[in-house]
């Protein structure tokens, strides 16, 4: 089952607060972006996030799944609460590297 459109539009207004924040629909599912940085896997009407040490503590309590056979296990945020989830996305952001630009 594919992603709502209400759950995508959710996730994007509660990262609203954080800077710009785009989707990009990849074979039924999403991938969010935010200031050009993907944060958020969504599969399901459930969103998936990287997991990395530097969210472990604040993740500690979180579900973890695979968004699609064959990937990574990965941390399900909850963004029923909304200012513990807008917490991990920035954190996580932090850590993430700027994607490469391409050679054109």
């Known amino acids: 089952m594919a992603c709502t459109t209400e759950f995508i539009d959710r ?11 785009r989707h990009r629909k990849m074979m039924g599912d ?3 972006y935010l200031n050009d940085k993907c944060v958020i896997t969504a599969c399901d009407n459930c969103a998936f996030i990287k997991k990395l040490e530097c969210i472990a503590p604040l993740m500690a309590d979180a579900e973890t799944g695979s ?4 990937a990574k296990e990965a941390y399900l ?9 807008l917490q991990v996305i920035a954190t996580l952001w932090e850590a993430l590297p700027m994607p490469k630009k391409k050679k054109s």
């Not at 996730?11 to 924040?21: F, H, N, Q, R, S």
């Not at 968004?67 to 064959?70: A, F, I, L, R, S």
Request: proline residues 7%.
């Open 11 to 21: 996730i994007c207004e509660t990262l609203a607060p954080l800077g710009e924040v």
């Open 67 to 70: 968004p699609y056979e064959g």
């Open 30 to 32: 999403y991938l969010i």
């Open 77 to 85: 945020l909850d963004f029923s609460r909304r200012q513990h989830a």
